[in-house]
């Protein structure tokens, strides 16, 4: 139990949590090379845990508790790595990624809260980068698929091209299956904060409140239903590109602006042709707009709460989790105006089975295919920190697909 560890997965006792878990046993086993622990409040439950995913009697439980700082810096001091499916990140967050960033150790999660990232940045990227931690926030489905569907279509435009796309649209084409409760309650917790906070608002909706020291030209925004020529069907606002288009803009900002400086950027749903789709993506519009004003209400948040959204720890069965799937289309031009598309393709349910998967995927790209002369210390986005390498692995591995379509 003293001897050090590669990788502690810290929430194990959550429903992600113990996907993380399971897809590890099932992937690598315990007792090999990688060596492994699960890390949460309650050891009883943690042991439930290792029982139920089939894991040797001998993988490390770890008690931890993420309000107490000493606890989260002796987790840090125990691993190379730290995999945190533990959220709301900006309430349960901060102790366990300063540990890291102070100790040396890498660090991986799901956050999708742009402004707890945004206030983190500054913070941890001195230390992380005097100690060489890797910090990488948002490893599942924000925004794993956008931020790598980015980046694989720019690579292929720069080998094709010799120049990257300077427009880039992200179109979700089709998805199926439901967000986690752990992120319904990190959303509710930004509601909650931007209702409190004018400057977290402003945040919220800056495209580019990652790149501290950067600002870009203006982004498409819109939250209406808009017709997109270049798509070829209706679009309607998709919940989860505010968090999506900051991290791919701190990619490129990261890497040295390879897309250059006046990269335009956007992300919406794609609901088909005709009346029929702009029929909907009117729907989806309104539908997003109602949705606001009840989570801005506090009484309808806790109504909702307590009867509507799932709630941390809850989610969908094995059936439901594997039938699940998404498809991505990314359309690219250079200046002038030459075309190239990507698609990425989940096999799983995006909120659940195929985040297990990625973040999992995430955290030994980093321990074991990431130099640390390629990626120093410091606060990353996937695509910067791994990039092709990460690709790779979810191609192999995790059941994304990633190819360029005519």
Request: aromatic content about 6%.
């Amino acid at each position: 139990m003293n001897q050090p560890l590669d990788l502690i997965v810290f929430g194990a006792t959550g429903f992600t949590g113990r996907l993380v878990a399971e897809y590890l046993q099932r992937t690598y086993g315990t007792g090999n090379t990688l060596r492994w622990a699960l890390a949460g409040r309650d050891p009883v439950r943690l042991a439930a845990v290792r029982d139920a995913i089939g894991a040797d009697p001998g993988l490390p439980l770890l008690s931890a508790n993420a309000a107490d700082p000493d606890t989260m810096t002796g987790l840090a001091a125990r691993t190379r790595a730290v995999l945190s499916t533990v959220g709301p990140y900006q309430r349960h967050g901060e102790a366990l990624v300063a540990a890291c960033a102070a100790a040396g150790t890498d660090y991986v999660d799901l956050c999708g809260e742009p402004v707890w990232m945004a206030a983190m940045i500054p913070r941890l990227q001195a230390p992380a980068s005097a100690s060489g931690a890797r910090i990488v926030f948002s490893c599942g489905f924000d925004s794993i698929p956008f931020d790598l569907g980015v980046m694989f279509l720019q690579n292929q435009a720069m080998h094709r091209f010799g120049e990257p796309l300077v427009r880039v649209r992200g179109r979700v084409c089709a998805i199926q299956g439901g967000l986690s409760g752990g992120t319904i309650a990190s959303a509710l917790a930004t509601v909650e904060q931007l209702r409190r906070d004018p400057a977290a608002a402003r945040t919220m909706a800056d495209p580019f409140a990652l790149t501290p020291g950067f600002r870009g030209p203006a982004q498409p925004d819109s939250a209406g239903a808009e017709y997109d020529d270049a798509a070829g069907g209706w679009t309607a606002p998709f919940l989860m590109a505010p968090i999506n288009t900051k991290n791919v803009h701190r990619t490129n900002a990261l890497r040295g602006h390879p897309w250059g400086r006046d990269f335009v950027y956007d992300e919406r749903m794609l609901t088909g042709g005709g009346e029929s789709g702009k029929a909907r993506a009117r729907r989806m519009a309104l539908t997003n707009r109602l949705q606001e004003r009840l989570l801005g209400f506090a009484p309808s948040r806790k109504l909702l709460q307590r009867f509507v959204l799932p709630r941390p720890g809850m989610g969908p069965d094995a059936r439901e989790r594997e039938s699940g799937s998404y498809e991505l289309l990314f359309i690219g031009e250079t200046t002038d105006g030459t075309e190239l598309r990507a698609r990425v393709r989940g096999d799983a349910d995006p909120g659940y089975g195929s985040t297990s998967k990625m973040i999992s995927e995430s955290a030994l790209c980093l321990l074991q295919d990431v130099d640390r002369k390629e990626t120093a210390g410091g606060v990353w986005t996937p695509g910067a920190a791994m990039g092709t390498a990460l690709l790779r692995r979810l191609q192999a591995s995790a059941g994304l697909e990633f190819t360029i379509v005519a």
